[in-house]
């Protein structure tokens, strides 16, 4: 069955500093998807990025970036210099195809304080 | 365009009481799910329906029954509430049910069983 690992419950952190949230995966299925979703203090649930797993290349938006590596079945998802805005729940999730479709399995999620 | 709306947004419920959840999308996809989350446990799923007129149980289905009518709605029961369905519940729909969609997820309800 599938797992999500987020370890680090909260973080917190002075405003520019950058940040690093774990997350670590198991999976049996060899074609999966890997997605980070961003939770404010509001609640709603915004989703921020989906990786197939063919695909190990990092990706970077803006301040945001993540490194993808299957040798260590991890997702990494790092903030350069955060912001106050920041603050928020980041969960990352996994789907596979040969058994769940697009029925997400949620880490525990991380807590992601950035204080002025 | 709304997405994906629920009502009510927050409720509080006596134990043993029949409540519905309710979940309308506006953006005709087919998969929809009902997530609950918990402090510590993140989200997990409770049903999911891949198309109109079929639904499946997630992780977390006992006390929980869906339908799915039509496209567009996806209505969550609980028939006797009890204190451990205290949770935030997320109504969520992706295009299609195919593992590399991501999902829209709705606002929550806040549910609190006394």
């Known amino acids: 069955a599938q797992k999500v690992t987020q370890a680090q419950t909260e973080i917190s952190v002075v405003e520019k500093e950058d940040v690093t949230l774990d997350c670590v995966y198991e999976?049996?299925?060899?074609?999966?998807?890997l997605f980070w979703y961003k939770q404010p203090p509001s609640g709603e649930l915004v989703f921020l990025i989906r990786?197939?797993?063919?695909?190990?290349q990092n990706e970077i938006s803006g301040r945001y970036s993540w490194n993808f590596q299957k040798s260590t079945s991890s997702f990494n998802f790092t903030i350069t210099a955060s912001q106050v805005v920041d603050s928020a729940v980041y969960f990352c999730a996994l789907s596979e195809r040969r058994t769940s479709g697009s029925r997400l399995t949620f880490g525990e999620g991380t807590q992601l304080t950035v204080n002025p | 365009i709304a997405g994906i709306t629920q009502a009510p947004t927050s409720q509080i419920l006596a134990a043993g009481r029949r409540m519905t959840l309710r979940c309308t999308q506006d953006m005709r996809h087919n998969a929809m799910y009902w997530y609950r989350q918990d402090l510590g446990l993140g989200l997990r799923l409770i049903h999911y329906?891949?198309?109109?007129?079929?639904?499946g149980k997630g992780e977390v289905p006992d006390g929980y029954s869906v339908s799915r009518a039509n496209t567009d709605d996806f209505p969550l029961t609980l028939a006797s509430a009890v204190p451990s369905q205290t949770s935030v519940y997320f109504c969520?729909?992706?295009?299609?049910?195919?593992?590399?969609?991501?999902?829209?997820f709705g606002q929550g309800t806040r549910l609190t069983v006394v």
């Open positions: 329906s891949n198309t109109a007129g079929t639904t």
């Open positions: 969520a729909s992706s295009d299609s049910p195919g593992s590399r969609t991501e999902a829209f």
């Open positions: 990786r197939n797993s063919f695909d190990e």
């Open positions: 999976t049996r299925d060899t074609t999966y998807y």
